[in-house]
């Protein structure tokens, strides 16, 4: 990956020679942002080591304290002054002390955290007093302009963009048919239905008995961890696509065979009060 593609932290921490500017995302700072699952902002502790048991210890993993986290799935637990392991892709460009932003990927979860770095920024002459708050307001608005379009892309290519409610939760039972293509393993999804009455359907054909069947997957794995996990009652906007994951693309409702929808990426499920901003994508 091209040196270009790790300025965005750079750019973070130099917004504060700009009186307070905020700089604008690059299409490749966009890109790197969005397929990193793991971002944060810390201070190498130590090179060529490890910070807990399990991860293979190696020339190219660093220990890092975290001193921000600017994105993580929700099921991994990390938090300012945790330390993480980071296997880094150029350790000469790291010693003790050197502060940096991190792009990664998670790598291992025990005891501890261990992610692969996808990129990097130094942050220049270690960093000035107030520069974490700017980077994450920053972020914050570069995360929205990838959201904006990242979202419009994803009803543009939706089977169904509705607003509802779940109305109840069970496990999924594997049928007799299905269960060929089905493969369990360690990162096996244990998949549950939702069953989603339909309130209003902003893209896609009328549904009968305006009721779906939404099938996401319970497991807190690693493989699973972003996709959004579903309670009853819960409302909100779904953004679907039929489902070809699972090994089944149907669903029994209510008697009745009928299509299986998945909602797996983060934001494809949206709350209430981004309806507005839904459909107005919708429109373009």
């Given at each position: 990956m091209k040196a270009?593609?790790?300025?965005?932290?750079?750019?973070?921490?130099?917004?504060?020679?700009?009186?307070?500017?905020?700089p604008q995302a690059t299409d490749n700072q966009a890109a790197l942002v969005k397929q990193s699952s793991?971002?944060?902002?810390?201070?190498?502790?130590?090179?060529?080591?490890?910070?807990?048991?399990?991860?293979?210890k190696s020339a190219?993993?660093?220990?890092?304290?975290?001193?921000?986290?600017?994105k993580k799935p929700a099921a991994v637990s990390l938090k300012k002054g945790d330390d993480v392991t980071v296997e880094v892709k150029d350790p000469a460009a790291f010693q003790n002390g050197t502060q940096a932003t991190?792009?990664?990927?998670?790598?291992?979860?025990?005891?501890?955290?261990?992610?692969?770095?996808l990129g990097h920024e130094i942050v220049p002459g270690g960093g000035t007093p107030g520069a974490v708050g700017t980077a994450e307001k920053t972020f914050g608005q570069l995360?929205?302009?990838?959201?904006?379009q990242d979202l419009q892309r994803r009803v543009a290519t939706a089977d169904y963009v509705v607003v509802g409610r779940?109305?109840?939760?069970?496990?999924?039972?594997?049928?007799?048919?299905?269960?060929?293509?089905?493969?369990?393993?360690?990162?096996?999804?244990?998949w549950h239905e939702a069953v989603l009455q339909i309130q209003s359907i902003l893209k896609g054909p009328r549904v009968k008995r305006n009721k779906m069947i939404v099938r996401f997957p319970q497991s807190r794995d690693v493989a699973w961890a972003n996709?959004?996990?579903?309670?009853?009652?819960?409302?909100?906007?779904?953004?679907?696509?039929?489902?070809?994951?699972?090994?089944?693309?149907?669903?029994?409702?209510?008697?009745?065979?009928?299509?299986?929808?998945?909602?797996?990426?983060?934001?494809?499920?949206?709350?209430?009060?981004?309806?507005?901003?839904?459909r107005s994508l919708l429109k373009k």
């Open positions: 270009s593609r790790f300025y965005l932290a750079g750019i973070l921490w130099m917004s504060l020679l700009a009186d307070g500017a905020l793991i971002i944060f902002a810390g201070t190498v502790s130590q090179v060529a080591a490890t910070s807990f048991a399990g991860v293979p190219q993993t660093i220990v890092v304290r975290v001193d921000t986290v600017l991190f792009y990664a990927d998670g790598w291992i979860f025990g005891s501890g955290v261990a992610v692969k770095e995360q929205q302009e990838i959201s904006d779940v109305t109840d939760i069970h496990q999924w039972t594997i049928p007799k048919s299905a269960a060929a293509r089905y493969r369990t393993s360690e990162h096996s999804a244990n996709a959004p996990k579903f309670e009853k009652e819960q409302q909100g906007i779904f953004i679907l696509q039929k489902d070809q994951v699972s090994g089944d693309a149907t669903a029994s409702l209510g008697g009745y065979t009928v299509d299986a929808y998945t909602c797996l990426k983060p934001g494809d499920w949206l709350p209430m009060t981004d309806e507005a901003r839904v």
